[in-house]
């Protein structure tokens, strides 16, 4: 799993000489809903015309604007994390519909055990984060976040909002690679526990089952079957297969577990387990 930090290439509106609405809506885009106070705000280009048009860009820190053009490919993936906040273009040639994003997915998803961070001595709050590391069960299903760290700045995304920019040919965002999982060296791999069905038994009563040698047995990361007058044991890795060895002897913890009857599995040769 790969996360980003989303920004965007180049800043090319702002609000109008004199505008309230800076000061009224500046420090809302904090990760909070505020779709009921929200009126229809004044935007206009910082050059007219802009050197170059996006379907995406941005007028401050984590406040993000998309035309329709992006909220009509990307609303299936911004459903009930973003707000989607109308604009007003002022100097346009013609009339565009724009919005603002306003990202209300908050997750608090910095793993802190494995993350390098500064804290503030004083305040014992977290005032810099050097390397990130998430958790990575926590955004398996998300496409756009915000964190507690970063509420009124920073806007995450995943490879799945990464996939359905490019696939979609928007224009005007930028993706920072902050953390992969496959790559961090801090990583705590787990060894996935496979869902066996039917019923158990003791360890006993699976070497009934196998000495008929019709099926092997099964126990969290391992199973045993019988090949010829040998018991081999195979052992579930990260992946999900199973790495196979002879055993000459029953391992006290098998005595413990309950076991499950399962289908055999095709062993090309055995290494010997010394």
Same mark, same amino acid.
């Given at each position: ?116 961070? %500064? /804290?503030?001595? $004083?305040? @014992?709050?977290?005032?810099?984060? !050097? ?5 990575? *069960? ?69 070497? %009934? /089952?196998?000495? $008929?040698? @019709?099926?092997?047995?099964?126990? !969290? ?5 019988? *090949? ?47």
């Amino acid at each position: 799993m790969k996360i980003y930090q989303m920004t965007d290439k180049d800043c090319i509106y702002t609000y109008p000489d004199g505008s309230e609405d800076y000061d009224k809506y500046r420090h809302k885009f904090n990760g909070k809903p505020m779709e009921d106070i929200w009126s229809p705000v004044e935007v206009e280009y910082i050059h007219n015309p802009p050197k170059k048009e996006y379907d995406c860009t941005a007028f401050g820190n984590g406040k993000f604007i998309f035309n329709d053009k992006a909220i009509h490919a990307l609303n299936h993936i911004l459903q009930g994390k973003v707000e989607i906040l109308p604009l007003v273009h002022i100097n346009a040639a013609a009339p565009k519909s724009i919005f603002a994003i306003n990202v209300i997915r908050m997750l608090d998803c910095l793993d802190y055990d494995r993350a390098k961070v %500064k /804290i503030d001595p $004083e305040y @014992k709050i977290i005032t810099e984060i !050097k390397r990130y590391a998430f958790k990575e *069960e926590m955004l398996r299903d998300e496409t756009i976040f915000k964190m507690p760290q970063h509420r009124g700045t920073r806007v995450f995304v995943t490879e799945k909002f990464v996939r359905a920019v490019e696939e979609n040919h928007l224009t005007g965002l930028e993706f920072d690679e902050v953390w992969d999982s496959e790559e961090d060296p801090t990583a705590v791999y787990t060894i996935p526990i496979p869902q066996f069905t039917g019923e158990t038994c003791s360890f006993s009563e699976a070497l %009934k /089952i196998l000495r $008929e040698g @019709k099926y092997a047995v099964a126990s !969290k990361h391992f199973k045993v079957q019988l *090949e010829g007058n040998e018991m081999v044991v195979g052992m579930m890795d990260i992946s999900g297969e199973y790495h196979w060895a002879t055993s000459y002897g029953i391992p006290p913890a098998f005595l413990d577990m309950m076991w499950y009857k399962v289908e055999r599995d095709h062993i090309k040769k055995m290494p010997v387990d010394e």
